[in-house]
């Protein structure tokens, strides 16, 4: 049974930093995609990062250049580093995975992951 915990998030001034984590346990695939979505109130989830096992990573355009997603494979752990955060960002993130590779065209999109963490909040104040 793979189980997802995301855990990390919190509440931050506007330019500050914070780095999510996703413990991934049972997941013991060659071939996958990993990724974070955020979800505001009133708003759909979005992608905001992803990551395919041959290290190809995509990023939402309102994230690109601030954010950084990387993963641990020894740990089964994926991360999220959020730099420079503006209160746009302030939403619950969730982590997600797949045990296929996702490809360019939909690492973002949340409709082809298959195992969700809960979600972790993050506030960013102006």
């Known amino acids: 049974q793979v189980k997802m915990v995301a855990s990390g998030g919190g509440s931050v001034q506007a330019g500050g930093s914070l780095r999510l984590s996703c413990a991934a346990s049972?997941?013991?695939?060659?071939?996958?995609?990993m990724g974070w979505f955020r979800q505001a109130p009133g708003k759909e989830r979005e992608g905001v990062a992803a990551?395919?096992?041959?290290?190809?990573?995509s990023y939402a355009d309102s994230v690109k250049g601030r954010f950084s997603i990387s993963q641990d494979n020894a740990k089964n752990t994926l991360h999220l580093q959020m730099n420079s955060l503006k209160p746009e960002d302030t939403a619950m993130y969730y982590c997600?995975?797949?045990?296929?590779?996702?490809?360019?065209?939909?690492?973002?999109?949340?409709?082809?992951?298959?195992?969700w963490g809960q979600g972790t909040q993050v506030t960013v104040s102006s």
């Open positions: 990551i395919d096992s041959d290290g190809s990573t």
């Open positions: 049972g997941y013991t695939y060659s071939s996958y995609c």
């Open positions: 997600a995975a797949r045990s296929l590779e996702c490809g360019l065209l939909h690492r973002l999109r949340r409709y082809v992951y298959t195992y």
